[in-house]
């Protein structure tokens, strides 16, 4: 088993790759493919995501501010025909 040290570069691996804007997926196939477990893959990238999740600002959500006006209904216009001739 890999020692504590070897789990921490896996751990940094992670975070400086996935800042760099590669996705979990990619990280883990490569990890994979040079011979790293699964288990020590998935082990270290929850850890990454821990670190990550700490280190992240807490966004502040805004309500929205609902005003309510009242706008004045028009009654609809008669047409210039109906005018003329006085119809209904």
Known sequence: M???KANRQLVEYFKK????????DSLRFSL???GYSRA?????MEQAN??????APVIKREEPE???TEEPIEP???SWFKRLFGLD
């Not at 790759?17 to 979990?24: D, H, I, V």
């Open 32 to 34: 994979g493919r040079q």
């Open 40 to 44: 020590l893959i998935d082990k270290a």
């Open 66 to 68: 609902i005003v309510v």
């Open 76 to 78: 609809p216009k008669r």
């Open 17 to 24: 790759n996935l800042a760099k804007g590669y996705t979990q």
């Open 2 to 4: 890999l020692s504590e």
């Open 50 to 55: 821990r670190e990550i999740a700490m280190t």
